[in-house]
């Protein structure tokens, strides 16, 4: 099959050149100096199509690919210069010509010539013509997005451009649910988006703008078309159809409101088809647009989550899901100086997983193997409401409020089979695990400019969490011996409450002072203060209901925890040349206290910690970036509470309240080229991150039951972290790339008192083209390969994939997916091959509001998919049980 998409694309390629000349020169300026970033576009004077575009490049040359035996009108604009057009007529034959551009001009006529260019550059945004890149099969932003020059959309619905993650989503300049790209990605109608816009250097705080060093923020605001602004537009689907024992549904509607004074998106979707607007692992990275406020700082203090290891999907699949969501977003101005957001979202998910698994311990060789099956409920609720205020230019005064509320509970039955020297023996073990955690996030931010020398920025956050999870394992053998523990029952009924409460309040003041247009110095007086109560207790249930308290000092924690850290940063922001520098410093004094079993243990200490920052400016569109920090890690109250914590049935943990700070020296560099000439975007980047006196884990194995506890080291933790893409777009129609990333890392560990190192080595290398093509079907296809190396075991994942589209007859749109996975270990203990394949078929007449689909998931009705996981002390590979196949005939009214 590969070889046959190869060879179609192969064929395109030769038409194409075949049928083609070139159009190519310089584009200068009256003194004949080359203008870089100009735009060229080619309009064939008998059909009034675009035939060709480009951009010059830094000696402003361009290069249009034409039809022979045709007239064309060449329009050539560029910046402040009045813009020109140029008459040509084609033959077999390739044309040289060099454009000299006129003076300064009119601005609007480069506006209109910008409007009708694929692709266009202004100052750091990045401008695509969504049109130009629509086939007709597009029916949702991340369709689109995938077709852009330089732009990716992963599984999770993350947006990149040129390797850097967009952090902030907006369409018609208002945030989308506070910028999160997964919903907008799998919800914007395509046939509602005019331009796209890339926001580079992004920084939503006009005032320091430039004074902070911006290169990895990215935005990325959506364009609506005329038709789509003050009017509502959306859609409302519904479907019906079978799988393989029963019915399944869809009911997806979605409205859209914009205008300059308010915005209004309401989202719902309710499904068993597997489609997940909302997992629980995008619940809980899900920041609200909140961001970290103390990147600078030099302090790394994460508060941690006490999620009991909620079973998570692997591709968003599993044996079973429904799903009931529903979202709001608002934005309302009731003066131009003040604007008022917010967002509601709800998620209710019933979920049956299914999962064989083998894991081995890494010094002894043990084993256990499982069969799991696991019911899930997920509740979650994301509340937020927004408020900014600039009476003028020089002030600006924000607040948010971020609520989130979660009810999750999961039952698991599961056949254990442990395998200790040799010997083996099988037993049934029932767990449940209830959690609701809440949090509310608070950010207060007032920024003044005092003058344009001197600015000033408060900014402050408060977090409110409070958590209680609850863990039950009913298990046939007694996996620890605690004291006051009855022996001799049927079953050992294990319970354990815990509940940890945390306030945290991070607050700063920046001061910064212009010392010339090009350099500024920062001065920051900061303050982090946590304080967190942690209480657990482990009970057993007898076989006669009673319960028996294991009231021992050693099976339970009453905690509290106070750290605090007090800073004063110094840095300094320099451009030379082509240079970029910030050299930074921050003093730190630390105090630390926590309570436990009637005592108090205490922390001070006072630390200098540098940073610098160096960006090398080769060309406008290609740069070279070096960044080191030096941070003192430090640990919640999780880590310092000395009594038992179940972390699962066979696993059980003791924390060590003496724990002290690891310091992590960090080192960032980063290249990236982005030529507009040929649509060629690389990138790469590297860390390496070692982290000095690390908190260690010494843990003891009998049989597979594991009892750990950290520590503090005098050992040193590595990591080298490295990623580089190619891509390129020519001859119009196609685009390609080459990825390759590794992720390196050594601990050093404490296993059954012996020292202990291990490694791993993750490699993922993926190569894939694609074509797009007004008229002709439209093919995507590649190569990935995944290598998971640790210590003693090496794993392979083989994966050519292809995607089909073809929209024809002027109503009809194909598409289809088809994912192909070889599975296996070095030594062949473990080979499996599955593959996946969906088809839908969708028919709308043109202007229709109407539309019929037809799909189809997973046709070929795979029944499994493998992964593989790697803790410090074991290696786990499972076999998980996926959606089957099932068609669902679907109905959409377009608003």
């Known amino acids: 099959m590969n070889k046959l998409l190869c060879f179609f694309a192969f064929l395109y390629t030769c038409i194409s050149f075949s049928q083609s000349v070139r159009f190519e020169g310089f584009i200068q300026d009256e003194q004949k100096n080359p203008l870089e970033m100009a735009n060229i576009m080619a309009v064939n004077s008998a059909t009034k199509a675009m035939d060709s575009y480009g951009i010059t490049n830094d000696k402003g040359k361009f290069q249009l690919t034409l039809k022979p035996n045709s007239s064309y009108v060449i329009k050539v604009s560029y910046l402040g210069m009045k813009s020109k057009e140029i008459n040509i007529s084609t033959q077999a034959t ?66 990149e451009v040129e390797g850097k993650k967009v952090s902030k989503l907006m369409v018609e300049g208002k945030d989308f649910f506070d910028g ?290 609850f863990y039950n394992a009913n298990l046939q053998s007694q996996p620890f011996d605690f004291s006051g523990y009855v022996s001799g029952q049927n079953r050992n009924d294990l319970n354990q409450n815990r509940f940890v409460k945390t306030n945290k309040v991070d607050a700063k003041l920046d001061y910064y002072y212009m010392v010339t247009p090009k350099s500024n110095i920062n001065i920051t007086l900061g303050n982090t203060y946590s304080y967190q109560n942690f209480d657990s207790h482990i009970f057993q249930v007898l076989d006669n209901g009673n319960q028996n308290d294991l009231n021992s000092e050693e099976n339970s924690n009453q905690v509290n925890y106070n750290f605090d850290d007090v800073f004063l940063g110094f840095h300094y922001k320099i451009l030379t040349g082509k240079f970029t520098l910030t050299p930074g410093i921050s003093l730190h004094s630390y105090q630390m206290k926590n309570t436990q079993s009637g005592t108090d243990y205490s922390q001070n200490f006072v630390k200098v910690l540098p940073d610098f920052f ?19 890690d430090f640990t919640d109250i999780n880590q310092l509470a000395s009594g038992y914590v179940l972390s699962d049935y066979s696993s059980l943990f003791r924390g060590d309240r003496t724990l002290e700070n690891a310091t992590s020296q960090v080192h960032t560099l980063r290249y990236f080229k982005y030529n507009m000439f040929n649509f060629e975007n690389i990138f790469a980047n590297a860390t390496y991150t070692k982290k000095v006196d690390a908190i260690k884990t010494e843990a003891d194995f009998t049989g597979i039951n594991q009892s750990s506890s950290p520590y503090n080291s005098n050992l040193a933790d590595e990591t080298f ?79 050519p994939f292809a995607r089909l589209d073809y929209y024809f007859l002027n109503s009809f749109s194909f598409v289809s997916e088809y994912e192909f996975y070889h599975y296996y270990k070095s030594d062949k203990t473990v080979d499996n091959e599955y593959d996946f394949l969906s088809a839908s078929l969708i028919y709308q007449k043109k202007d229709s509001k109407w539309e019929y689909k037809i799909s189809a998931t997973n046709l070929l009705n795979t029944r499994y998919l493998n992964d593989d996981s790697f803790s410090q002390f074991s290696t786990r590979v499972s076999q998980y049980t996926v959606q089957p196949r099932y068609i669902i005939f679907s109905m959409k009214y377009n608003l």
């Not at 799903?323 to 003040?338: D, H, I, Q, R």
């Not at 400016?617 to 960044?627: A, P, R």
């Not at 079907?777 to 794993?795: A, D, H, M, Q």
């Open 94 to 159: 390739n044309i040289v010509q060099n454009i000299v551009m006129d003076g300064s001009g009119i601005e609007l006529e480069e506006v209109e010539i910008v409007r009708e260019m694929p692709v266009s550059i202004k100052g750091d945004t990045i401008v695509y013509n969504a049109d130009s890149f629509k086939s007709g099969t597009e029916k949702k932003l991340e369709d689109v997005l995938k077709k852009l020059p330089g732009v990716e959309v992963n599984a999770d619905g993350e947006i």
């Open 180 to 469: 999160d790209t997964k919903l907008g990605v799998k919800n914007i109608p395509a046939d509602a988006i005019d331009k796209v816009q890339v926001l580079r250097n992004y920084n939503e705080v006009g005032a320091l703008k430039g004074l902070e060093n911006d290169q990895d923020n990215v935005a990325m605001n959506i364009k609506l078309k005329e038709g789509k602004k003050n009017f509502w537009f959306g859609d409302v689907t519904a479907g019906t159809g079978v799988g393989e024992l029963d019915s399944r549904y869809i009911i997806n509607p979605k409205l859209f409101y914009y205008s300059p004074k308010y915005s209004i998106n309401l989202i719902t979707n309710f499904n068993n088809i597997g489609e997940l607007p909302l997992t629980a692992q995008d619940y809980f990275k899900f920041t609200g647009g909140f961001k970290n406020m103390m990147k600078k700082g030099g302090s790394n203090f994460n508060v941690s989550s006490n999620d009991l290891g909620i079973s998570i999907l692997r591709n968003n699949r599993a044996k079973e899901i429904e799903t009931k969501f529903g979202a709001t977003n608002f934005s309302y101005s009731p003066t131009k100086e003040w604007n008022i957001s917010g967002f509601g979202i709800l998620s209710s998910s019933k979920t049956d997983l299914e999962t064989k698994s083998q894991t081995t311990i890494l010094d002894s060789g043990d084993q256990q193997k499982r069969e799991e099956e696991t019911h899930q409920k997920n509740n979650l609720g994301l509340f937020k409401l927004s408020s900014s205020y600039k009476p003028n230019a020089k002030l600006q005064f924000d607040y948010d409020i971020l609520t989130k509320l979660s009810k999750q509970d999961e039952d698991t039955d599961l056949l254990r089979e442990s395998v200790v020297n040799d010997i083996s023996a099988s037993e049934t073990i029932f767990t449940t695990k209830k959690q609701d955690p809440t949090s509310i996030n608070q950010n207060l931010s007032l920024y003044y400019t005092q003058s344009d020398k001197n600015i000033f920025a408060f900014e402050m956050q408060h977090l409110y969490q409070d958590e209680n999870p």
């Open 614 to 632: 160096a960006l090398y400016q080769i060309k406008k569109s290609e740069t070279l970036t070096y960044n080191f920090s030096l941070t003192n």
């Open 721 to 799: 972290l490295g990623m580089g893409n190619y891509g390129r777009s020519f001859l119009k129609n196609y685009k390609a790339s080459v990825n390759a990333s590794f992720n390196w890392s050594k601990f050093n560990n404490i296993q059954n008192e012996e020292l202990s190192t291990t490694e791993s080595f993750v490699q993922s290398y993926t190569v894939k083209a694609s074509t797009n093509y007004k008229n002709l079907p439209n093919i995507e296809f590649g190569y990935n390969l995944l290598v998971n190396k640790y210590s003693g075991s090496t794993f392979y994942t083989d994966k």
